[in-house]
């Protein structure tokens, strides 16, 4: 079966950067089709998707945070990066990495795990 | 960038109701890429509904979607005590994606 998960640290202080590694099993970022993305909830507020990358290597964006984000694969680890640069506490937030496949939603969802900025 | 407006932001219904959800787009969702989750406190969110009407696998047929364009709707025809949660809609197949804000299902 697919299972995703989240891992980094718990807490990041302002202007670091913050790097988080999704595991997952039961599936190949290598097979067409497949995709892994991210996405954020902040306490008590609603989802905000991150990116997304697809089985080619290819990259989505949200624009608004664009300059700030990275996200890469690992094939051989079964991993996908994300990292976000210049850390704020606004981003304190409940991250998760997620499955889909092309043109169609998120179907499995990681844990989650929450990352707190503050110094 | 596709905006979602969910409505209402809560939803106030007593077990055996009908719920009925609303999510706006501020443009044409192509080929209806839409999607609704559920989350409830703690958990991650999980898919309901998708494209715009097909039940993800494993969800009961109280749960339906439906709509077109720029309306879409979310209906669970008779409300069971475990479906009291956070639904959000999602735009999906092109980037970026986006989420409505969520409407929150509540025992009245």
């Known amino acids: 079966q697919i299972t995703l998960k989240e891992s980094g640290p718990t807490l990041v202080k302002p202007t670091q950067t913050l790097t988080l590694t999704c595991t997952f099993s039961?599936?190949?970022?290598?097979?067409?089709?497949?995709?892994v993305g991210w996405i954020r909830q902040p306490p008590g507020k609603a989802l905000e998707w991150l990116a997304l990358?697809?089985?080619?290597?290819?990259?989505r964006y949200s624009p608004s945070l664009k300059s700030r984000l990275t996200i890469t694969k690992d094939t051989s680890k079964n991993q996908v990066v994300l990292t976000m640069t210049n850390m704020d506490p606004v981003d304190t937030a409940t991250y998760y990495c997620?499955?889909?496949?092309?043109?169609?939603?998120?179907?499995?969802w990681g844990q989650g795990t929450l990352v707190t900025v503050s110094s | 960038e596709i905006v979602l407006t969910q409505s209402p932001g809560t939803l106030s219904l007593s077990p055996g109701e009908r719920a009925t959800l609303s999510c706006r787009a501020s443009?044409?969702?192509?080929?209806?890429?839409l999607a609704w989750y559920q989350q409830k406190p703690g958990q991650a969110p999980g898919l309901l509904i998708y494209?715009?009407?097909s039940r993800a696998t494993g969800i009961p047929d109280r749960f339906s979607g439906s709509g077109s364009g720029t309306d879409f709707t979310l209906t669970i025809s008779r409300l069971e005590p475990e479906d009291f949660a956070v639904y959000y809609c999602?735009?999906?197949?092109?980037?970026?994606?986006?989420f409505g804000q969520g409407t929150k299902v509540e025992i009245k």
């Open positions: 997620a499955h889909s496949k092309w043109e169609l939603p998120i179907d499995y």
């Open positions: 039961g599936f190949s970022l290598s097979t067409s089709g497949v995709g």
């Open positions: 990358i697809y089985w080619d290597d290819d990259k």
């Open positions: 443009q044409s969702v192509s080929s209806s890429y």
């Open positions: 494209g715009p009407s």
């Open positions: 999602q735009h999906y197949g092109s980037s970026p994606w986006t």
